[in-house]
């Protein structure tokens, strides 16, 4: 199942949801020009060009952008992301791993995620890591039980720049599969 499936399902019921035209030479620059409030990218690594000048524009006019990461965004990002990352990420078993997979923390009083209940079995096999920097700690709206970010964010101009640590479909964690993706997405 794709990662689109995962929005898709959970986004649907509160929100009108627009996929990119078929055929359209960026679908990026097709759904900015649709005029959206929202645009959701899933494992995009680099946006350039174009549609990166006006994608940028779109969040400093008021735009929400919500990214989540995957193989390609873990092996190049573009400045659209709320914070540094490093090329790579963690992988249960692997380089910088864990030996089991992570649990995510109770969220932050600060946290717009505040007052969702975290349940017990969402779990982490493989995500993205933030560069440890100033700051970091401000734009981290969830983290796993491990102290790592789950989810960080930024305001850039009079928008927002969301990026989930894990992949929109169960590759990397079963948060898709959980309720609390949902009450997650309607709060971002």
């Known amino acids: 199942l794709s990662p689109s499936y995962f929005l898709n399902r959970a986004l649907a019921p509160f929100a009108e949801v627009r996929e ?3 055929g359209a030479n960026d679908p990026i620059l097709a759904s900015l020009n649709d005029r959206i409030a929202v645009l959701f990218l ?11 000048d006006q994608l940028a524009r779109f969040i400093e006019d008021g735009g929400i952008l919500v990214r989540f990461a995957g193989t390609r965004l873990a092996g190049s990002s573009d400045d659209l992301v709320p914070v540094r990352l490093r090329r790579g990420g963690r992988i249960l078993g692997g380089a910088l791993s864990w030996d089991k997979p992570k649990p995510l923390a109770p969220f932050d009083r600060e946290s717009p995620f505040s007052g969702l209940s975290v349940k017990d079995e969402v779990s982490v096999t493989r995500q993205v890591l933030a560069e440890p920097e100033v700051g970091l700690a401000g734009k981290t709206w969830a983290q796993l ?6 989810v960080t964010a930024m305001r850039s101009g009079k928008g927002l720049i969301v990026l989930f640590h894990v992949t929109a479909d169960t590759t990397w964690s079963n948060l898709p599969l959980s309720g609390l993706f949902v009450d997650m997405l309607r709060r971002v």
């Open 145 to 150: 039980a491990d102290g790592t970010p789950l």
């Open 20 to 22: 990119p035209r078929a």
């Open 42 to 52: 899933a494992d995009v690594g680099v946006v350039a060009g174009a549609a990166h």
